[in-house]
Every structure is written in structure tokens, then in C-alpha cells.
């Protein structure tokens, strides 16, 4: 079983800037993509960027594009959130796939972390 474990989180200012990392323990991508993943008190989980393993190919949701940035180098990916908004406060959750390539279908990955909380406070 693969360990994803993510690191970055944070308590921040409306307006600030913070990375997420996320790696992928005693594994080495030779396909497949990496994702985040959120969720706010009382609501779904909902996807927030991909990106596929060979770091060339993303994708994002509607809500973080041209603020955030998704990028990953060999079993590591990190997540770039700038301008961050209180709607972005929730728990995120890196997630991974040997398989498929960047989806926002959270369905389609194996592997998870625990997630670390976003506080942007207005």
C-alpha cells in the first residue's frame, strides 16, 4: 500500500499564499496522475486539480483556476493556492492513481492521504 502524505497547511489572511505538498512514500510514478481533493464542513468532497505524472498535463477546477498551480516532479506533487478566498477553507486531500491519467473523477483514485486543513480567514 502507498503512503501519500501531505504537508503545508495552514491558518492564513484572505489575499495570502500557501503550497501543499504531497509524496508518494517508496513509490515512483511511471504513469497514472495525482490530485487534490477538498472539503468543507458540511459539504461533498469536491476535486480541485490534477495533474499526470509526467507533470505536463493538468487540470483544474473552475473555482481555483488562475490562483492555484498544480505540478509534480517524480513521486512528489505540490499545489501553488495564491489569492486564497475564505471559500477555499476546508480539509485537502492529495490523491493518487498508477493508472488513469488526471481526472476530476475522485472515483478513479487508489490511494489517499489523511489531509491537512486550510484556514483563510477573511
Known amino acids: 500500500q502507498v503512503q501519500l502524505v501531505e504537508s503545508g497547511g495552514g491558518l492564513v489572511q484572505a489575499g495570502s499564499s500557501l503550497r501543499l505538498s504531497c509524496v508518494a512514500s517508496d513509490y515512483t510514478f511511471i504513469g497514472g496522475a495525482m490530485g487534490w481533493f477538498r472539503q468543507a464542513p458540511g459539504k461533498e468532497r469536491e476535486f480541485v486539480a490534477a495533474?499526470?505524472?509526467?507533470?505536463?498535463n493538468t487540470l483544474y477546477a473552475d473555482s481555483v483556476k488562475g490562483r492555484f498551480t498544480i505540478s509534480m516532479d517524480k513521486n512528489t506533487q505540490y499545489l501553488q493556492m495564491n489569492s486564497l478566498k475564505p471559500d477555499d477553507t476546508a480539509v485537502y486531500y492529495c490523491?493518487?492513481?498508477?493508472?488513469?491519467?488526471?481526472?476530476?473523477?475522485?472515483?478513479?483514485?487508489?490511494?489517499w492521504g489523511q489531509g491537512t486543513q486550510v484556514t483563510v480567514s477573511s
Open positions: 495533474v499526470r505524472w509526467t507533470g505536463r
Open positions: 490523491a493518487a492513481d498508477p493508472f488513469s491519467w488526471e481526472t476530476a473523477d475522485q472515483y478513479e483514485y487508489d490511494w
